[in-house]
T-cell receptor
Framework: ETGVTQSPTHLIKTRGQQVTLRCSSQSGHNTVSWYQQALGQGPQFIFQYYREEENGRGNFPPRFSGLQFPNYSSELNVNALELDDSALYLC?????????????FGSGTRLTVV | GDSVTQMEGPVTLSEEAFLTINCTYTATGYPSLFWYVQYPGEGLQLLLKATKADDKGSNKGFEATYRKETTSFHLEKGSVQVSDSAVYFCALSDRTGTASKLTFGTGTRLQVTL
């Protein structure tokens, strides 16, 4: 079975620009979550998608938005990039709620905002 | 809100030494608990999990027991190897609204030397 794949692996953007990150969930997983991991920190929950609907959100502003597609893949969009958005963005998938099953993470997209 | 506190690193050990990484948590509900490992330049890999009090998670020689009375989930390994060098994250999973999200500690870097 394939795991979670993310693209691109690295990205450099200028402050004020917009960016789209992509994630393909593990086969059989219908729930996708996105996390932001700043350097030297633990990942922070951005939001979660289940059956193409956002069903939970962390403490991130509305310029962070997302989509989930019928094949359960997902996108994270960030508008009006700020320098503090520089981080590793991780996608995680799970078969339904992750409480009992855990989450499978991708290798992440390293975003640098200059 | 939910939180996870881990012992600060880095932890430096000689090969074959005993490892303990402390983790305590605060949660309003009955969370599941996880340890994830992150190797340099990679995403997170699930190391072990426990879903209810007194459960013991184990994998690759690592163990952790869900202690509800002390709200702890300490990671242990009897004999570490150089290949165990990585950053270890303790995390809990609980529901926020209809979503299950992971709350992470700040991570503990382990370095094992010959």
């Amino acid at each position: 079975e394939t795991g979670v794949t993310q693209s691109p692996t690295h990205l450099i953007k200028t402050r004020g620009q917009q960016v789209t990150l992509r994630c393909s969930s593990q086969s059989g997983h219908n729930t996708v979550s996105w996390y932001q991991q700043a350097l030297g920190q633990g990942p922070q929950f951005i939001f979660q998608y289940y059956r193409e609907e956002e069903n939970g959100r962390g403490n991130f502003p509305p310029r962070f938005s997302g989509l989930q597609f019928p094949n359960y893949s997902s996108e994270l969009n960030v508008n009006a990039l700020e320098l503090d958005d520089s981080a590793l963005y991780l996608c995680a998938s799970s078969p339904g709620g992750g409480n009992n099953y855990g989450y499978t993470f991708g290798s992440g997209t390293r975003l640098t905002v200059v | 809100g939910d939180s996870v506190t881990q012992m600060e690193g880095p932890v430096t050990l000689s090969e074959e030494a005993f490892l303990t990484i402390n983790c305590t948590y605060t949660a309003t509900g009955y969370p599941s608990l996880f340890w994830y490992v992150q190797y340099p330049g990679e995403g997170l890999q699930l190391l072990l999990k426990a879903t209810k009090a007194d459960d013991k998670g184990s994998n690759k020689g690592f163990e952790a027991t869900y202690r509800k009375e002390t709200t702890s989930f300490h990671l242990e390994k009897g004999s570490v190897q150089v290949s165990d060098s990585a950053v270890y994250f303790c995390a809990l999973s609980d529901r926020t609204g209809t979503a299950s999200k992971l709350t992470f500690g700040t991570g503990t870097r382990l370095q094992v030397t010959l």
